[in-house]
T-cell receptor, first 114, second 115 residues
């Protein structure tokens, strides 16, 4: 079964600094990969997704992620953190056989320090 | 275009009771999935319905069940509630399911507290 691993539950970043959230996947078939963001007392909002069309994926709010098959990674980055980026971020994987279930990582709680 | 609507937003129930949560997907979406989110276990897949049929099921006990109506609205039911069922229950809708061409849109969730 496919799965993703996110290390470091809490990530602190200074305002204006690089945001880097790591995600490694495990899948026996080509995966679909997603990053979601969750604000307090809210549902999940899709930031971006990888569907094999391009290895560098640009998403909303200035975020992007690069798919690296050799490293089985899909790390999320943003060049300059903003206070509004404080939220929880989840990496998720779905396999291409269309079982229509997302397997989520444990999440990263991002704190932005002014 | 209206998003995914979950009702109620908050619910408090007593151990042993049962509860029904509702989800109205985005218009035109035929796939509805349910997830449970807890601090300890994170986000876990419960089940997915497509065109009124359960198409996928996660690893949850039979106390958790669901159904989908002809208008794609879905309900999930939890019987004989346990304290451990306290969680945020999220509903996600998509056109036909998660794939390279479609994605899941999540509702705001129902916060269930079992006392």
């Amino acid at each position: 079964a496919q799965s993703v691993t996110q290390l470091g539950s809490h990530v602190s970043v200074s305002e204006g600094a690089l945001v880097l959230l790591r995600c490694n996947y495990s899948s026996s078939v080509p995966p679909y990969l997603f990053w979601y963001v969750q604000y307090p007392n809210q549902g999940l909002q899709l930031l971006l997704k990888y569907t094999s069309a391009a290895t560098l994926v640009k998403g909303i709010n200035g975020f992007e992620a690069e798919f690296k098959k050799s490293e089985t990674s899909f790390h999320l980055t943003k060049p300059s953190a903003h206070m509004s980026d404080a939220a929880e971020y989840f990496c998720a994987v779905a396999d291409t056989y269309g079982n229509n279930r997302l397997a989520f990582g444990k999440g990263n709680q991002v704190v932005v320090i002014p | 275009k209206a998003g995914v609507t979950q009702t109620p937003r908050y619910l408090i129930k007593t151990r042993g009771q049962q509860v029904t949560l509702s989800c109205s997907p985005i218009s035109g979406h035929r796939s509805v999935s349910w997830y449970q989110q807890t601090p300890g276990q994170g986000l876990q897949f419960l089940f997915e319905y497509f065109s009124e049929t359960q198409r996928n099921k996660g690893n949850f006990p039979g106390r958790f069940s669901g159904r989908q109506f002809s208008n794609s609205r879905s309900e999930m039911n939890v019987s004989t509630l346990e304290l451990g069922d306290s969680a945020l229950y999220l509903c996600a809708s998509s056109l036909t399911g998660v794939s390279g061409n479609t994605e899941a849109f999540f509702g705001q969730g129902t916060r269930l507290t079992v006392v």
